[in-house]
Each structure stands twice: as C-alpha cells, then as structure tokens.
C-alpha cells in the first residue's frame, strides 16, 4: 500500500470520527432543547416512550432540527477534515469546473429518468419491516409539516433548510472529501466512483 492509499485511509477515519463526534453533539443539542421546553424529567420520559421528532417538535422546531442535523453531521465535520488534513483541502480546492461535464450530467439524468421512475416503481414492491414502514411514516409526517407554506418567508425557509443546505453538506463530505479519499485510496477512478455511490445511496 502505498503512501496516498495509507494518507486516504487515514483522512476517511478521521471523517467517520468527527461524523460520529458531529451526531453526538447533534443529539445533545435535541436533548438539551428537549429539556429546556419540556423539564428533563419529561424529555426522557417523550424520548423512552419513542415519541417521533414530529410528535416532539411543531414545523419551526423541524426545520431547525434539519439545519442543525446537517451543520453538526456534515459541514462542521467536513470543515475539520479540510481545516486539518492538507491532502483533503487540496481535492476540493484543485478541483476544476467544467461547463461540459455540466451539459454532460444534464442530459445522462434526463435519460435516465425512465430508468429512475422504474427502479422508484420496483423499490415500491419491496416488502419492508415493520420498523422500516414505521420510520418512513415519521419521515413523511415530518415532511408534510415542514413543507406546509403559507406565505413567501415559509417557501425561502424551507427552501434553505431542505434544499440548499443539505446540497452544500452532502456535496462537501460524499463528492469533496469521500469520493476523492476513495479513488486516492483505490487509485482507480471508476471503483471510487462506484463505492462512494454505493455509500451515498446505503446512507440515504
């Protein structure tokens, strides 16, 4: 193994650490906000009775709960990697835009759309565990009340919290540093590509 696969490695340990660290904190900000508008004795009691975040928190409380998840999961972790590890900063910052690789991907998605509507179709027909289906019900409970708008401000707010935000994080840590770590790790393109999709679908 050589010096750049044992330097990728090491940089893609540290993501995972400061990921983990990120989530930790996440959930103390939850439970100290928990606490501070329920009383700690009914904050432990909502969270062992296994009430859901939409039970725990109206539309507001959501939307900071989703700008929060991806600030301490996502941005304040890829900031630490690229703040400390010279050979992640350089990755992102070398990195050059090309407007032909932008008509590229344009076109391939619209392509592939029918194939998206049919794998969406497939993946429907997937019988799930009870657990799965009880997680995707919270999900889209949490989804209807945050994307009820009623004005402007709301359409702005929501639009930051779910689309513009969450665009930024996830290309910081799945394009900037995990797919580059992985094809510097592999030192082939194509399999980093591949593994770093595979990680980016799993997770969501």
């Not at 009340?145 to 910081?172: G, N, R, T, W, Y």
Request: aromatic share 10%; charged share 15%.
């Amino acid at each position: 193994m050589n010096l750049e696969s044992k330097d990728a490695i090491q940089n893609l340990i540290l993501l995972v650490v400061f990921v983990m660290c990120g989530l930790m904190f996440f959930m103390f900000i939850i439970y100290a906000g928990l606490s501070f508008n329920m009383g700690v004795d009914k904050s432990i009691e909502s969270i062992k009775d296994g009430h859901t975040l939409s039970n725990l928190f109206k539309k507001d409380g959501l939307l900071t709960v989703q700008i929060l998840s991806q600030i301490c999961c996502m941005i304040i972790p890829a900031f630490f990697i690229i703040k400390f590890k010279s050979s992640a900063n350089k990755m992102i910052t070398n990195s050059n835009f090309k407007w032909n690789f932008l008509w590229l991907g344009i076109g391939l998605l619209i392509v592939s759309l029918p194939f998206i509507n049919l794998l969406a179709f497939l993946n429907e027909k997937i019988p799930l565990n009870e657990w799965m289906n009880s997680k995707e019900t919270e999900i889209n409970e949490m989804i209807k009340q945050i994307l009820d708008m009623h004005s402007i401000k709301d359409f702005v707010i929501c639009l930051i919290a779910i689309a513009i935000i969450p665009a930024i994080s996830e290309e910081l840590i799945f394009r900037g540093i995990l797919q580059n770590q992985l094809i510097r790790l592999f030192q082939n393109k194509w399999l980093g590509l591949i593994v770093g999709a595979l990680i980016f679908s799993a997770i969501h």
